[in-house]
C-alpha cells in the first residue's frame, strides 16, 4: 500500500456527485473537476515523516452518470459499489446502506456520496501474545439513556500493553482520557472513558471545543499504565441533507428553489441525496521496539480498560486539528478465536 509502510498511517477519501443522465453540467463546472488529481477515487496515502519537496496533489470531486429514470434500484447498488472501490475499508463494514431504499427514485437528479476511512499503525504495537478474550459492556437494547444495569457483557478481542502513555482526568466531563501515538509522528488517537458504563451521554452532552481542549491541554506523561483496548472496526453514516437543512442550508435540496446555475445548465435540479460515510480501523498492529525490553507489570500500575462505550478521536498535531471524531457503543466483530493472532491461538487437540 503506497505511503503506509513510511508513514503508517493511511486515509482514504472519495467524494463523487452521481447524475441523473438529463442534468446537463456545464462546461466550466467539469474544467474546475479536471484540474485534481488523476484518480482521485483511490486512496491518499498520508505524508511521511521525512520532508517531501514535491507539491501536494489536490483532491476533487468526481462525477458519475446514471439512468435512474429506468434502473432506480440498480443504480443504486452501483453507487454503493463505486464507493467500496474507492474507500476498501468499507468492505469489512457490513450492510453500513450509505445509498438507502427510496433514497434514489426515478425522480432523483442529483446525489452527493462522501466516504472517509482511516486506519494505522501504533508507533508501539500491542503484543500479539497478550491479545485474548475480553470483556465489552453494550447497552442491552442498543438505546441511549440505560444505566449500568442494563448493559450485557459482551465477547470481544481486547489487546494489552504496559507503557508510558498521556494521560488526563477531565472532572468536568467526568472521563478519563489517554492517548495512543501511531507510528506517525504527528497522528495520535485520544480515548475519552467515561467514569461508568452509561456516562457516554452525559459526556458528549457536556462536551464542547472549549472542554475538549483543555482535556488535551492536560494530557501528562504516565509511567506504568496497563491499556487494554478491544480490537474493532466501525462504520458510521450521515444524512447530510437533515444536518445541513438543520443550519438552514434546505433550499439545495428544493427543486424550483434551489439555484445551480453555476454547476448545471439544466434548469429545475436540486440535490436529491447527501450522505456522508466514515470507516474506523484499531488492531494490534505497529512497530516492533527492538532496544528495549517491554515494561513489566508491577502492583502500583495504573489500570485503563476499555471495557465500555467510550469517545474517541483521531488527531492531527501539526497543524492542529481533528480528523476524526467518534463514539464506540457496541464493538464489531464480537469474539471469535480465528480472530486472534496467531501467536495467541490456543494449538489444536
Not at 29 to 52: K, V, Y
Not at 55 to 77: A, F, I, T
Not at 177 to 200: Q, S
Request: hydrophobic residues 35%; positive net charge; proline residues 7%.
Amino acid at each position: 500500500m503506497q505511503g503506509d509502510a513510511k508513514s503508517g498511517f493511511t486515509t482514504y477519501y472519495d467524494c463523487c456527485l452521481h447524475r441523473e443522465r438529463g442534468v446537463v453540467l456545464k462546461t466550466e463546472f467539469e474544467a474546475m473537476l479536471e484540474t485534481g488529481q488523476a484518480s482521485p477515487s483511490r486512496q491518499q496515502p498520508e505524508e511521511s515523516n521525512t520532508e517531501n519537496t514535491a507539491p501536494p496533489r489536490r483532491r476533487r470531486m468526481r462525477c458519475r452518470e446514471h439512468d435512474s429514470v429506468n434502473d432506480s434500484l440498480d443504480q443504486r447498488w452501483k453507487m454503493e459499489a463505486q464507493l467500496t472501490e474507492a474507500v476498501p475499508m468499507l468492505k469489512g463494514c457490513g450492510s453500513y446502506e450509505c445509498v438507502p431504499c427510496g433514497s434514489v427514485g426515478e425522480n432523483a437528479s442529483m446525489v452527493l456520496l462522501c466516504a472517509l476511512g482511516v486506519k494505522g499503525r501504533w508507533r508501539r504495537r500491542f503484543d500479539p501474545s497478550q491479545v485474548r478474550e475480553g470483556v465489552f459492556y453494550e447497552p442491552a437494547d442498543g438505546e441511549q439513556g440505560c444505566t449500568d444495569d442494563q448493559f450485557c457483557p459482551r465477547p470481544v478481542v481486547m489487546m494489552h500493553q504496559i507503557g508510558c502513555f498521556r494521560m488526563a482526568d477531565c472532572g468536568e466531563l467526568e472521563a478519563t482520557a489517554l492517548e495512543l501515538p501511531y507510528k506517525h509522528a504527528r497522528r495520535t488517537l485520544i480515548i475519552l472513558l467515561p467514569h461508568g458504563r452509561d456516562g457516554l451521554d452525559a459526556l458528549e452532552a457536556r462536551m464542547t471545543a472549549a472542554t475538549l481542549a483543555e482535556c488535551i491541554k492536560n494530557l501528562k506523561r504516565r509511567p506504568d499504565v496497563g491499556v487494554s483496548l478491544p480490537k474493532f472496526h466501525m462504520h458510521s453514516v450521515v444524512d447530510l441533507a437533515a444536518s445541513l437543512s438543520s443550519m438552514g442550508v434546505d433550499a439545495l435540496f428544493q427543486k424550483g428553489v434551489a439555484d445551480l446555475s453555476g454547476m448545471c445548465s439544466s434548469e429545475g435540479v436540486a440535490l436529491s441525496s447527501a450522505r456522508h460515510v466514515a470507516a474506523f480501523r484499531v488492531s494490534w498492529k505497529g512497530r516492533i521496539s527492538r532496544k528495549e525490553a517491554p515494561p513489566q507489570p508491577s502492583t502500583e500500575c495504573e489500570k485503563f480498560t476499555v471495557d465500555r462505550p467510550f469517545l474517541f478521536l483521531v488527531r492531527c498535531k501539526r497543524p492542529n486539528a481533528v480528523i476524526l471524531l467518534g463514539s464506540v457503543r457496541k464493538i464489531k466483530p464480537h469474539f471469535q478465536p480465528g480472530l486472534l493472532p496467531k501467536s495467541s491461538r490456543a494449538p489444536a487437540v
